[in-house]
């Protein structure tokens, strides 16, 4: 549209000069052909002139609905810049407000944590003292029994028949595992401390000879005599002293040889747990074991009453054999004497004192007497 205008007006201006250069340079006509010409181009300046006016207008339309639109566009980028920058104005002021809430809750948390460091020294100074300590071990095992298992399983303070008391006992059905809590944190401390390699491996000899001791004082508490396993517990209450111990190897000191051969199985928090668990498994196996040795006496017992029966019985059906064997002599005998007597009873009496008796009447009697003892012998 701008070149259209621009191309219209360069036109009425060649126009307009070629007109007066035209007019300047014709040879004088006379008026009325002059006053045509001027007419006429007058016209072809008027129509030109009209073109440009238009082309001025349809500039100004076309503008304006150009301005109006890039107006529009402007105004909904600057909504959407606006509403873009209020949200993102209202996310800041919720992270500035949850930052603001977490740095206080940071505060309070320092502010906590201050407060359990002094705790904890003073608990430091507190366990120095060697009887406070092994308390302090005694009560955290007293929270591990209970957590893990039920009441009336196990016996804190258990005293044996010897006036020894040890920490702890757990009943397996009629046997006991004991356990003894120990806590050498005092060498341990010492061991945590040393400044170069030489004090440390002086300080970690002093610390094992230390777990050595605690290791043959726990093994004193292994009495089957008072129905204890044949073994004990070491339970060590951190973690950390407790990898000091025995995790880590010495070469100078087998510590873990030193507890196989007292007997003696050493336990952290999380050991002692899973440790009772396998003895509760062994000692049922036992128990399962014993329950089959007993089943298996009952079986031989059983095995020799029946023994037993077979040779009664045995012999009862001896004597029904030769009970038989008598009942059917005596039936034999009663029917020749029951024959003898039919054939005395049809002889005439003259001649039955001529005919002999095929038996006396003892040996009749006897006959019948022997038939009915045999009747009465036991089976």
Same mark, same amino acid.
């Given at each position: ?118 705790d904890i020294g003073s608990l430091q100074d507190l366990l120095r003292a060697p009887k406070l300590r092994g308390g302090f071990g005694e009560l955290l095992m007293e ?17 044996? *028949?010897?006036?020894?008391?040890? &920490?702890?006992? +757990?009943? /397996?059905?009629?046997?006991? #595992? @004991?356990?003894?809590?120990? !806590? ?35 093994? *004193?508490?292994?009495?089957?005599? &008072?129905?204890? +396993?044949? /073994?004990?517990?070491?339970? #060590? @209450?951190?973690?950390?002293? !407790? ?56 079986i031989q017992r059983a095995a020799l009453e029946l023994g037993r029966f077979r040779d009664q019985h045995d012999q009862l059906g001896k004597h029904l054999v030769n009970a038989a064997n008598k009942h059917a002599e005596s039936v034999r ?47």
């Amino acid at each position: 549209m701008d070149l259209m205008v621009a191309v219209a007006g360069v036109s009425l201006l060649f126009l307009v000069a070629g007109a007066v250069l035209w007019w300047r340079g014709r040879p004088q006509a006379s008026a009325p052909r002059a006053s045509a010409q001027l007419d006429a181009v007058q016209q072809a300046m008027h129509s030109n002139m009209t073109l440009l006016q238009q082309a001025i207008g349809e500039l100004g339309t076309s503008n304006a609905q150009a301005i109006a639109d890039l107006r529009g566009e402007v105004q909904r980028s600057l909504g959407a810049t606006e509403q873009q920058l209020l949200t993102q104005t209202g996310s800041t002021q919720r992270v500035l407000g949850e930052l603001s809430q977490q740095l206080g809750s940071l505060g309070e948390q320092s502010a906590r944590i201050g407060e359990l460091a002094k705790d904890i020294g003073s608990l430091q100074d507190l366990l120095r003292a060697p009887k406070l300590r092994g308390g302090f071990g005694e009560l955290l095992m007293e929270r591990l029994l209970e957590d893990n298992l039920p009441v009336g399983s196990y016996e804190l303070q258990y005293a044996y *028949r010897n006036g020894l008391r040890v &920490d702890a006992v +757990v009943r /397996f059905s009629d046997r006991l #595992v @004991p356990i003894d809590a120990k !806590f050498p944190i005092e060498s341990f401390n010492a061991l945590r401390d040393a400044n170069d390699d030489t004090e440390r491996k002086s300080k970690r000899r002093a610390f094992l000879q230390q777990v050595k001791r605690h290791v043959d004082a726990v093994s *004193r508490y292994i009495s089957p005599e &008072d129905g204890t +396993v044949d /073994f004990a517990f070491l339970y #060590v @209450p951190a973690e950390n002293v !407790f990898y000091e111990c025995l995790i880590r190897d010495d070469p100078e000191i087998d510590l873990w040889t030193f507890c196989n051969e007292k007997r003696v199985i050493p336990a952290s928090p999380n050991t002692l747990v899973g440790y009772l668990r396998v003895v509760s498994l062994g000692l049922r196996g036992l128990a399962m074991q014993e329950r089959t040795r007993e089943l298996q006496r009952e079986i031989q017992r059983a095995a020799l009453e029946l023994g037993r029966f077979r040779d009664q019985h045995d012999q009862l059906g001896k004597h029904l054999v030769n009970a038989a064997n008598k009942h059917a002599e005596s039936v034999r005998a009663l029917d020749r004497a029951t024959d003898a007597v039919t054939a005395l009873a049809r002889t005439p009496l003259a001649e039955q004192s001529r005919l002999p008796l095929p038996r006396t009447p003892d040996e009749l009697l006897g006959d019948a007497l022997g038939a009915a003892s045999v009747d009465r012998e036991p089976r």
